[in-house]
């Protein structure tokens, strides 16, 4: 049987990654591959990586099309907060226009791209790369499958929306041939708000793959020494913004110190609620207790994984969550909110609603406290996550291949 090819637009890509979206790109991708099927992937810029599994095209090397270089890839995960902040300021010294502006522009390229190659299929993740879709589409005439893995619902925590990714958002959702949703929670979002018909989207949980994580001993001193002195350790992995629910992880935090000191709460990430949350930190008072992290990766994050006597993953609005299978692939005690996609596959993690910030501090100084429930979380955990895995993911974007 003749290999279908892909013409897949994404954005991002790993290690070049502001979170799950370029890891998701390449876990899918390098799936794909192993199940024969041939993927060109397309991003806005030249970056210096070479993937020996697939061949990768970059839109500002187009000839005839002008994209603008960038000193760094544009945030995927743009709030409408620092969307109007950061991106809709000409004046910038780094952009030198708009998001909505390099969007366009990468759908100029795209259009260029379809003409001169040969696929089978076009293939866009998120609103960001939507437009490039429908632009190959008109010029190609090939169908359009549009991964969505967050909306601009989740991203902005309720329905205040930015109207310009909204618009793109939902034309793209309506002119692909067909939607892949990440989880029933994003396909009941893509449903009700932007009117999509149920029966063209395709629910295609994400997955995970072992290689990507091999085994490390902890490395960090810092982290090494609160494990040997007895400390418990909760951690949050992710972008600090809205969607992400940080209040409610550090209400919980204060409840649970309430009642027991023994614990520091790790956070790894960066975003544009930082200062916020540093502050609000400061003001319940429980600074000593609270450590910052940063954007972690690679071995580092590793650590934080391994370290950790509990994940929390406390979303508002979480289309899946990458974050709690990577917990759960480090034998890490896992909890996340009832308002994600992880939540309807997963069954050895904890479940809580990310308001109920009582049950979650109840539910931290349980595993915290003991031994026996931490240990049934850790290994139950992992031999659930070891069968999500990309593979599956893939075989089941091929099964909607077949549907169009």
């Not at 070049?16 to 899918?28: D, E, F, I, K």
């Not at 994400?206 to 040997?228: A, M, Q």
């Not at 939540?343 to 479940?351: G, T």
Request: charged share 25%.
């Amino acid at each position: 049987m003749k290999k279908k090819r892909i013409l897949m637009f994404g954005w991002e890509f790993p290690p070049y990654n502001s979170g799950g979206l370029g890891v998701a790109c390449r876990g899918l991708t390098r799936a794909l591959v192993r199940n024969n099927v041939e993927v060109v992937f397309v991003l806005p810029r030249k970056i210096p990586i070479t993937p020996d599994f697939m061949e990768m095209l970059f839109a500002d090397k187009v000839s005839s099309v002008t994209i603008k270089r960038i000193d760094t890839l544009l945030s995927a995960y743009a709030t409408s907060e620092s969307y109007k902040e950061e991106y809709e300021t000409v004046e910038s010294s780094i952009y030198k226009g708009t998001l909505y502006e390099e969007v366009l522009r990468y759908a100029q390229a795209a259009k260029k791209i379809a003409q001169e190659e040969k696929f089978d299929i076009i293939y866009t993740h998120d609103w960001l790369s939507f437009r490039a879709g429908i632009e190959a589409k008109k010029v190609s005439k090939k169908p359009h499958i549009a991964h969505i893995h967050a909306t601009e619902f989740d991203r902005c925590g309720g329905d205040n929306v930015n109207e310009k990714i909204a618009v793109i958002e939902k034309e793209g959702l309506e002119q692909a041939d067909c939607v892949v949703a990440v989880s029933n929670y994003t396909k009941k979002i893509i449903v009700n708000k932007y009117q999509i018909s149920e029966e063209k989207v395709y629910v295609v949980y994400n997955g995970i793959d072992k290689e990507d994580f091999p085994t490390y001993n902890v490395k960090s001193k810092t982290l090494r020494n609160l494990k040997e002195n007895g400390t418990k350790i909760v951690l949050f992995v992710g972008r600090l913004t809205l969607q992400k629910g940080l209040e409610y992880f550090l209400s919980a935090a204060k409840k649970a110190l309430n009642v027991n000191q023994n614990i520091i709460f790790v956070i790894a990430g960066t975003g544009d609620m930082e200062n916020q949350i540093i502050r609000q930190v400061s003001e319940m008072g429980i600074s000593d207790k609270v450590l910052f992290m940063g954007f972690v990766r690679g071995e580092e994050l590793q650590d934080v994984y391994k370290a950790a006597d509990l994940y929390i993953m406390p979303s508002v609005s979480e289309p899946f969550g990458i974050t709690a299978l990577e917990s759960m692939l480090h034998s890490t005690p896992t909890m996340v909110s009832k308002q994600s996609g992880v939540s309807e596959v997963a069954n050895h993690i904890l479940k809580v609603d990310f308001w109920d910030t009582t049950e979650m501090a109840n539910k931290i100084l349980a595993v915290i406290n003991h031994n026996t429930l931490r240990q049934e979380l850790a290994g139950n955990g992992f031999r659930e996550v070891s069968n999500l895995t990309w593979d599956a993911s893939a075989k089941k974007c091929i099964d909607v291949f077949s549907k169009i």
